[in-house]
């Protein structure tokens, strides 16, 4: 029982003593970057995560299918209400081409 008592004991006097260390060594470092910072020597990079491109990829093809979806459905309107005015040739040709996009859509979305 006395050894399991000593050694949290010398756990926590180990791991204050790290962090001591790095609260004292603080002060040293942070002059450092601050002079650095001001001499302009700093250079700072940063990355992407490994994920992100296949996601904006994802998204993108997400926003090609709304897009063209919003357009099959306003060639379909626009085809409906030409046919219901009497210019049933354009009317049509408008539905075909709303019906070609929905084709293509439904392809790409594979």
């Known amino acids: 029982m006395a050894e399991e008592g000593g050694d949290w004991l ?45 996601s904006l990829r994802g998204l993108g093809h997400s926003v090609d299918r709304l897009v063209a979806s919003v357009v099959f459905a306003a060639l379909l309107l626009a085809g409906t209400l030409l046919v219901l005015n ?17 084709v293509l859509v439904l392809l790409r979305a594979r």
């Open 10 to 54: 010398d756990r926590l006097l180990g791991w204050l003593m790290d962090e001591g260390r790095a609260l004292a060594a603080l002060p040293t470092r942070l002059n450092s970057a601050l002079g650095r910072l001001e001499s302009g020597d700093l250079v700072v990079t940063a990355r992407a995560a490994p994920d992100l491109e296949r």
């Open 86 to 102: 009497g210019e049933r040739p354009i009317g049509l040709a408008a539905m075909g081409l709303g019906l070609l996009t929905l």
